[in-house]
């Protein structure tokens, strides 16, 4: 009914005029007509109208926008149905949001820092939105945050009015303050993954672990650290264990693994990679240096892994290069590891008849171009016979 | 057992237990009247009024809850990656919907919101939306006999939003 809409601020989305409801007949929302009479679809109650429009594509929706000003209206109440948002910090001080339709899967660039509402089609493969990317990846960001300034309330909108599965974040400084302000932005959102490249600032891992514990329906977390972070940044066990006790895919990665890495290693030992495949995350890359890993601690995770009765399990890491021998005679390779200068790799299948089905399990390393540390690949894939 | 609903024209409806359930308002108005499935005297004295609901878009909505009355609850998978996705309106319910036109529809739909029968509701729904899909704007209001009541500065403005979906 027309009291629904009075909770929603949805005068600066995609309208400049709002207008109260006209009602073409006398009747109330959602009655029936007179025996005979057929309702029209201004007729009914707003809520439903909108319904209808939930299931359109962004298209669509433009053509609806044109209608009448009931149309205009309902349309701008109508929920996103949003697979990926984007933030991304494009040049020095700036960012985008850009939104992509489930349904046609194209994106719409949704607004820019100038506040401007500059909507048009891109999709995934469209040059321009690579470029994006690439620029954010490339950007030398600065120590200082930048302040999403008012597309903090745009977020917030877009945020509240859709239905988005995956939210990404690119060169969004996570201070402490600014971790706050995005834990408040996602808190109870039903977002299913979140993917964070950005440089740290924080003092501790707790605003990581607030984001966590605020977003319940997260499933997946891919938090790649920035090379602008400083470089005492930690990352705790027990944020570690937070994430791998409420996430099934759990991916660290540090930019630029040439450089000096920037993320205190030193917490990852055999006995906490153990804890970590131990918990609900079946999907587990930690892909920076650690040096305490030894190939004992390495195989019993894999083997660990492996036991589990989930039907996929991955696990990515880097070890040192001086365990590679180790590494492959516990796992029982009866090649030669040193013939190969790029990777090597043994597969094992497994088929269970009874369940009717066949599992697949691979160990791959690859010689990392470091010469000091290797990265190993399992993987453990269940297929139906 | 059997359910009595009467319908704003004063129609009495008499379905299967089952079907009134398939209702989430019929379901209340039930409970708060003390109605229960293993209670006879309950459900013969007692009759549900539906004053939203006329006789003709009563029919229709009880042939599809007769249709659907043993199908499984679909329950909302919380590890789906998708949010929502689109409904998917099973060949039969493409038939029953097809032949109703527009204003007919409208009906169905307003009662399957009012008795709060979700899947009726969103076969509806959806069909509405794929009649609409890819449609332009005059097409779209002629088909639903809209009337355009946007000044040309409204107009101009949308346009200028919407510039970019434009062909």
Not at chain 2, 138 to 166: G, S, V, Y
């Amino acid at each position: 009914t027309s009291q629904s809409l009075a909770g929603c601020n949805y005068s600066s989305l995609s309208t400049n005029f709002v207008v109260p409801l006209t009602r073409r007949s006398s009747r109330s929302e959602g009655m029936a007509s007179e025996e005979g009479e057929p309702l029209s679809i201004m007729d009914l109650p707003v809520r439903v109208t909108a319904d209808i429009i939930e299931h359109l594509d962004f298209s669509s929706r433009c053509s609806i926008r044109k209608l009448c000003r009931r149309f205009h209206e309902v349309e701008s109440i109508a929920k996103f149905d949003v697979k990926e948002l984007a933030l991304c910090r494009t040049g020095d001080d700036e960012f985008t949001l850009c939104i992509k339709d489930r349904l046609s899967d194209f994106w719409m660039l949704v607004q820019n820092v100038d506040g401007e509402i500059v909507q048009y089609w891109k999709d995934d493969d469209d040059y321009s939105y690579k470029t994006m990317i690439q620029e954010c990846m490339n950007t030398p960001f600065q120590k200082e945050e930048t302040p999403l300034g008012e597309l903090t309330e745009t977020l917030r909108e877009y945020l509240n009015r859709s239905t988005v599965s995956m939210v990404r974040i690119e060169g969004f400084h996570c201070s402490n303050e600014s971790m706050a302000l995005l834990t408040e932005l996602l808190r109870n959102k039903r977002i299913h993954t979140l993917k964070l490249t950005t440089p740290f600032s924080t003092t501790s891992d707790s605003p990581l672990c607030d984001l966590l514990r605020g977003c319940p329906k997260l499933r997946g977390l891919s938090l790649a650290i920035h090379r602008c972070t400083p470089m005492d940044t930690v990352l705790e066990k027990d944020f570690l264990l937070l994430a791998a006790s409420l996430l099934e895919r759990l991916t660290i990665h540090c930019r630029n693994l040439r450089e000096p890495h920037n993320v205190d290693n030193s917490e990852v030992d055999d006995y906490l990679l153990m804890r970590l495949v131990s918990d609900k995350c079946t999907r587990l890359e930690l892909l920076y240096y650690l040096p305490l890993l030894t190939a004992d601690g390495i195989v019993a995770a894999i083997r660990h892994l492996s036991r589990r009765n989930e039907p996929t399990a991955t696990l990515k890491a880097y070890f040192r290069s001086e365990l590679l021998g180790s590494v492959w005679s516990r796992l029982g390779y009866l090649g030669d590891p040193g013939l190969s200068n790029e990777s090597i790799s043994q597969c094992t299948t497994k088929t269970d008849s009874l369940l009717n089905r066949r599992t697949t399990f691979t160990v791959k390393i690859i010689h990392s171009s470091s010469r000091e540390y290797n990265k190993i690949i399992f993987v453990k894939e269940t297929h139906p016979l | 057992p059997n359910v009595k609903l009467v319908t704003s024209d004063n129609e009495e409806f008499v379905v299967d237990f089952r079907i009134a359930k398939m209702s989430v308002t019929v379901s209340r108005l039930m409970e708060a009247m003390n109605m229960s499935e293993t209670d006879d005297a309950s459900l013969l004295s007692n009759s549900i009024p539906l004053p939203n609901v006329t006789k003709a878009v009563m029919a229709r909505v009880i042939e599809w809850c007769e249709k659907h009355k043993n199908d499984e609850p679909k329950e909302e998978k919380e590890n789906d990656k998708r949010g929502r996705t689109t409904h998917v309106v099973s060949d039969w319910d493409k038939e029953f919907l097809k032949n109703d036109e527009f204003g007919r529809l409208c009906q169905l739909m307003g009662a399957a919101n009012y008795l709060e029968i979700k899947g009726l509701f969103n076969d509806i729904s959806q069909t509405i939306a794929n009649m609409i899909h890819g449609k332009k704007s005059d097409e779209i209001a002629e088909m639903f006999n809209i009337h355009c009541d946007l000044t040309e500065a409204e107009k101009k403005e949308i346009r200028k939003k919407t510039a970019w979906c434009e062909d």
